[in-house]
Structures are given as structure tokens and as C-alpha cells.
């Protein structure tokens, strides 16, 4: 009777270890999916922001094509009429004005791109560990499985240990994501 109350606290602990171990990888799984969204979305800000940055240089080079065109016309002395000249000059005093606060928008889109991609990375190596850690669960239930089939009890102690790197795996990749 004594060694049946043992077997049967030995395969609670079994079943318990199984519980816990399917509850880490749905953990895993979720966790992981998350930060596969995340980094394809921080992807796409970068590609959008990177976009706007191409916009805004094309901006401010085309004002810097105007101002070279009116300084151009002005200086071939073909507008002969006072008020027109003023009037060029004016237009290409405020298009050379106006484009270095473009160029520096332009610059700053760049570097928040720059700052998003890098973020993606970061959230991609965080879900390929996230997925890591979730196959290391998923094969110590395989194992606690066995063991508790086997009633041998030795592949218990290696599906733990695989569930601790699987744990180790979990932690890195959350911390990893921030």
C-alpha cells in the first residue's frame, strides 16, 4: 500500500510538471506571436517613415532646383522689368529660406527610420528566442510525457532540466523585446 501511495504522489508530481510545462508553452506561443506582430509592425513604420524622409529630401530639392532656376534667370539678365526682378529675387530668397528647415525634417525622418528598423531587429530577436524557448516546452512535455508513460521516472529530471532552458530562453527574449 505504501509504495502505491508513492507511484501515486510521483505521478502527481508528473502530471503537475506536464501542467506546468503545457502552460509555459502556450505562454511561449503567445508571447512569441505577439512579438512577431510587433516587429512587423515596427518594420513598417520604419519602411513608411523612410518614405516620408525620400519625400521631404525630394522637397527640399526641388527647392533648391527653383532657387538655382530663378538665381539663373536673374543673373542672365533677361527680366528686364524692376518689379519682376524683385519679385524672382523674393520668390528665391524664400524658397533658399525655407529649405534648410526641410532638409533638417528630412534628416530627422532618417534617423527616426533608422531608429525603427533597429527596433525591429530587436523585436525579431526577441520572438526568435520567445520561439526557442517554446520548442524547449514543447519537448519536455514530449519527455515528462514518456515518463509518465514509462512509469520509469528517468526522463522526468531531462524534461525539467530542458524546461529550465526553456524558462532561461522565455526570460532573455522578454527582456529582450523592451
Not at 512579438?35 to 529630401?57: C, E, F, G, V
Request: net charge positive; aromatic share 6%.
Amino acid at each position: 500500500m505504501n509504495s502505491t501511495l508513492g507511484a501515486n504522489q510521483g505521478s502527481r508530481l508528473v502530471s503537475l510538471a506536464a501542467a506546468v510545462i503545457a502552460v509555459l508553452a502556450a505562454l511561449g506561443t503567445l508571447f512569441a506571436h505577439h512579438r512577431s506582430i510587433s516587429a512587423l509592425s515596427a518594420k513598417n513604420q520604419a519602411i513608411l517613415t523612410q518614405a516620408r524622409a525620400s519625400d521631404t529630401y525630394n522637397a527640399y530639392e526641388a527647392k533648391q532646383i527653383r532657387f538655382n532656376i530663378y538665381r539663373a534667370l536673374l543673373a542672365s539678365d533677361l527680366v528686364k522689368d524692376p518689379q519682376k526682378k524683385t519679385q524672382l529675387e523674393s520668390v528665391a530668397h524664400s524658397e533658399s529660406a525655407t529649405a534648410p528647415a526641410i532638409l533638417d525634417q528630412a534628416k530627422t525622418l532618417e534617423r527616426q527610420a533608422l531608429e525603427e528598423d533597429e527596433r525591429s531587429v530587436g523585436i525579431l530577436k526577441s520572438y526568435e528566442l520567445l520561439q526557442f524557448a517554446t520548442t524547449a516546452f514543447e519537448i519536455s512535455i514530449v519527455l515528462v510525457s514518456i515518463s509518465a508513460l514509462s512509469a520509469g521516472g528517468r526522463l522526468l529530471p531531462v524534461g525539467c532540466a530542458v524546461s529550465g532552458i526553456g524558462v532561461v530562453l522565455f526570460v532573455i527574449g522578454l527582456a529582450q523585446g523592451r
